[in-house]
């Protein structure tokens, strides 16, 4: 008898090419990344310092900025936290699995048979007919009754803690800084829409419009927008629509100036959690102020 084996996820810490440059740092990693003969170009820079109290690492990266037509025009550094090289694995997973699980809407129903319409009255009569006595047409013995068991809406979203998401991104990031590029803000460069001259700057850039490829900008004009939006393998995200799926089904990830202050900013070690506090406080504060004044102008 042959044993069965379950087919493995497309995306998964181990598939994503991503992961797959970072294991040459640390000789005792090979548990977490996969080994891989690409070499690192000599423009990067890496260092690695941790958090005794927090036992979380950050890399420094030094990545060269392009410009518009190709070529560089200075270095720019990506500071973010990692998570350390024994749980990140475990961070990355569950912050992916939690994303997909949320995703799923759990809208699935189906009627019971007290929920089914009609049957009131019994079809026919108890006796003197040779059949099967039946009460009603909404049983689940006969075509468009009700349903045994059937699937009911359901709420399939898990809960994560915001530094625990928020760890799991800036640690795929950091593990991807040999396929990251960093430009210069191009929004206003495109007076049109024009997906061939888009993909002649991805090859200005060494991209290849086959390969699957994230942008993150601060800001995507429509001209931008709709330049790129005919190629199917790239995903263009704003740090409101950033997420842990794009960036481990991506094999090159490429950020404007911009966006890399903002990751620097946000998942690096001097962001202050308490901001997202106040937010969520003042948040509430023009929630309430609005129900008072709906309740005023009620009287």
């Known amino acids: 008898m042959s044993a069965t084996t379950t087919p493995s996820s497309s995306i998964s810490f181990f598939s994503s090419s991503i992961f797959l440059s970072s294991s040459r740092h640390h000789h005792h990693s090979a548990n977490l990344l996969c080994k891989t003969t690409h070499k690192r170009p000599p423009q990067f820079a890496l260092t690695s310092t941790t958090s005794t109290k927090a036992l979380i690492r950050s890399e420094l990266a030094t990545i060269p900025i392009l410009s518009f037509e190709g070529t560089q025009v200075g270095s720019t550094t990506l500071n973010l936290k990692s998570a350390p090289l024994d749980t990140a694995r475990s961070v990355v997973h569950r912050g992916l699995t939690t994303d997909l699980r949320n ?3 759990g809208t ?5 048979r007290s929920e089914v319409r009609g049957g009131g009255v019994k079809p026919y009569p108890q006796k003197k007919t040779g059949r099967a006595r039946r009460g009603s047409q909404r049983t689940p013995l006969r075509p468009g009754g009700g349903v045994v068991f059937g699937p009911q809406p ?7 803690n915001k530094k625990e998401k928020r760890l799991a991104i800036s640690t795929a990031i950091s593990s991807a800084v040999e396929n990251t590029i960093v430009v210069e803000n191009f929004e206003d460069k495109f007076e049109k829409p024009k997906t061939k001259e888009f993909i002649a700057l991805m090859r200005r850039w060494g991209l290849d419009p086959k390969e699957k490829s994230v942008f993150l900008m601060t800001e995507v004009s429509d001209n931008v927008r709709l330049s790129s939006r005919n ?3 790239l995903k263009m995200l704003t ?7 794009d960036i481990l089904d991506s094999e090159k990830l490429v950020f404007t100036s911009g966006a890399v202050e903002f990751l620097n900013e946000r998942y690096g070690f001097d962001y202050n959690d308490e901001d997202d506090e106040e937010e969520e406080e003042s948040a ?3 929630g309430e102020e609005g129900l008072e004044g709906e309740e005023k102008s009620d009287d």
Not at 108 to 112: E, I, Q, R
Not at 239 to 245: E, I, V, Y
């Open 103 to 105: 995703r799923r809407r």
């Open 108 to 112: 699935a129903s189906t009627l019971t």
């Open 154 to 160: 359901k709420d399939w979203s898990v809960k994560i």
């Open 231 to 233: 190629i199917g393998t």
């Open 239 to 245: 740090p409101r629509t950033l997420n842990l799926f």
């Open 284 to 286: 509430e504060e023009v």
